[in-house]
């Protein structure tokens, strides 16, 4: 199989080397190139035209969020994956509408960046042949991440599998607890309906429900992959 071939853009020289010995721990990929801010990007994309882009948000001349924005906006063909430490739902929401692959908060550990890489070689080898897919071929892309989720146990009234399907993929994806209104707003549905869904998977013994006391107010039942 082929290099997959990935242009590093981030301007903290410390960070640029652990990420690319990261990518680069991976197989079949290969970083051919780095840039330290966006506009330096944006001229070594168009003159390697590389599979892959890893991008960070911060940077100075030209942030993350503009280069993605101008990829999409001059049609270039390549596909990002964003590493970066912004964490507010309304950058990670714009950055998922301008088409990124994958969003990894800064700190995260080798397994994350593994498993993102691991889902795009997938999608790269699938997408890349020319000719056309099956649905089969695009659900095997998109869902064999939440196979190993068990679904047990009947679906009570008023639960579809697709829903809980995306509910299982976004606390697998995450590296900490999180609580019902948080899976709403990643999923995009109702806190009182993530409530449910989630309690189902408790439930299951898919997931596991941690408990958290603040210093006042109720408590927040959070929930993560059960170890």
Known sequence: MSEIKVLLIEDDPMVLEINKAFIEK?????????????????????KHRPDL???????????????L???????????VIMITAANDL?????????????YIIKPFNFERIEKALKKYRTYHSTMSPLGTA?????DNLFYSEIRDVPVSMELPKGLN?????QIGSFIKAQTEAKSAEEVAEGIGIARVTARRYLDFLVK??????????????????RYLLKK
């Open 53 to 67: 882009v890893v991008l960070d948000i911060y940077m100075p001349e030209q942030d993350g969020v503009e280069t």
């Open 204 to 221: 299951n013994g898919s997931i596991q429900m941690d408990i958290q006391y603040g210093t006042v107010g109720r408590p927040v039942n």
């Open 69 to 79: 924005q101008q990829i999409r906006a001059e049609k270039i063909q390549v596909d």
């Open 90 to 102: 309304e950058t990670i929401r714009s950055m998922m509408q301008n088409g990124a692959f994958d």
């Open 26 to 46: 991976v197989k079949r990929f290969k970083v051919i190139e780095t840039a330290s801010n966006g506009s330096e990007g944006l001229k070594l994309i168009k």
């Open 161 to 165: 599998e697709l829903t809980l399907k």
């Open 134 to 138: 099956t649905q089969k071929d695009l």
